[in-house]
């Protein structure tokens, strides 16, 4: 079956992120009459936060979930069409390009991927319920909330000593929380993080359990010793998430060019390794994966798709293809 009559469309975007969402504002107003997939999760990450006080524009702050109904109200507003379902596959092979949703079959000349990243989570049922209440997988949004009280952040890469950094500025005391007896971080964060007085180190421990307080905001934790099991509660205000990041890539596979760690690898913008497919967003940016770096990739992929659709004028294949 071929979904909405078998036209082809100028572009389908996939993920309705800051990414997605940015680039079909751009698609719209450019008349290219974008078809979004947003996913049954829709609006990406940003729906797992809470406020937001460093996307430029809203002095005030602005939540997670209203800066992403407000993005989407803008991409409608100029010709948008929304499928709130997941792409189930996608062939690259070919052109026009197939986008699948179970067995419609979706056609397009030009495909922006803005399917982003998740955060590694602990897999405890306390972590999806307290998440914005205390539980954080992003120090640089939520760690000023956090003025002046105990945190734990859980890993042992770079990410969790640069979460652990970032939060001393706020923090009384920050304890990271490490299941062995050695970091996976370089040896430049080690260092900055063991000369930083505020922070502390447990080794051999896994967080078991997150407690709330009365006001359902995390109080504490529970840690196990993975040699001896015994447990015992820290309290704490925060606890920060960062074991890691996985790009939501899976379709992708074996058609779209990838790195060790399966981000998308883009160049020259937003060009992937198949003319007319274009990515932004985290599931590119393993580095900043912000929402205003993903915003601004999402206008990138837009133009770069733009330029593609009319013949090539200032349009740079990546070098390769
Ligand atoms: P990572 O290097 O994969 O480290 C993940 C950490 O989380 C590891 O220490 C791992 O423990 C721990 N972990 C994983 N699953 C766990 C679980 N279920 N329970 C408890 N602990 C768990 O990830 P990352 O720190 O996000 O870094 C990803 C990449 O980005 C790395 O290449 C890193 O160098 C880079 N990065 C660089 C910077 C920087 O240079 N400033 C900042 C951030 C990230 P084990 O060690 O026992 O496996």
């Known amino acids: 079956m071929t979904g909405t009559n078998g036209a082809v469309r100028e572009v389908i975007i996939i993920g309705s992120g800051p990414a997605g969402l940015t680039a079909a504002i751009y698609a719209g107003r450019a008349n290219l009459k974008p078809l979004m997939f947003e996913g049954a999760q ?25 800066l992403m109904a407000l993005m989407r109200e803008q991409a409608g507003r100029f010709g948008t069409e929304f499928i709130t379902d997941d ?7 070919q052109r026009p390009f197939k986008v699948m949703r179970g067995d ?7 495909v922006i991927v803005a399917t982003g990243a998740s955060a590694k989570m602990l897999g ?3 972590e999806r319920q ?17 003025q002046g009280v105990p945190l734990a952040v859980v890993g042992g890469g770079d990410s969790a000593l640069e979460e652990a950094l970032f939060l001393t500025k706020f923090a009384s005391k920050v304890t990271v929380l490490h299941r062995r007896d050695s970091l996976r971080a370089s040896k430049i964060m080690q260092e900055r993080a063991f000369a ?7 080794w051999n421990v896994v967080v078991r359990d997150i407690h709330a307080n009365d006001a359902g905001q995390v109080a504490g934790v529970t840690i196990a010793d993975v040699k001896t099991g015994a447990t015992r ?5 925060g606890l920060f998430v960062a074991i890691g990041h996985t790009p939501n890539t899976a379709l992708f596979v074996g058609q779209l060019e990838m790195d060790e760690r399966g981000y998308i690898v883009t160049r020259h913008g937003t060009r992937t390794s198949v003319p007319g497919v274009f990515a932004c967003g985290d599931v590119q940016d393993h580095e900043y994966r912000q929402a205003i770096t993903a915003a601004g990739s999402g206008c990138m992929a837009a133009m770069d798709a733009e330029r ?4 090539t004028a200032g349009y740079y294949a990546p070098s390769g293809t």
């Open 87 to 93: 792409v189930t596959a996608v062939d690259f092979r």
């Open 104 to 110: 419609e079959v979706y056609l397009a000349k030009a």
């Open 42 to 66: 829709a609006g990406g990450q940003l729906t797992l936060t809470s406020e937001v006080e460093n996307f430029p524009g809203f002095p005030k702050g602005v939540q997670g979930p209203e």
């Open 308 to 311: 593609y659709l009319e013949g």
């Open 233 to 237: 509660r820290l309290d704490v205000a």
């Open 196 to 202: 930083n007085p505020k922070i502390d180190f447990i």
């Open 124 to 126: 405890l049922p306390a």
């Open 130 to 146: 307290l998440l914005g209440k205390g539980v954080s997988t992003c120090a640089t949004c939520d760690g000023f909330f956090f």
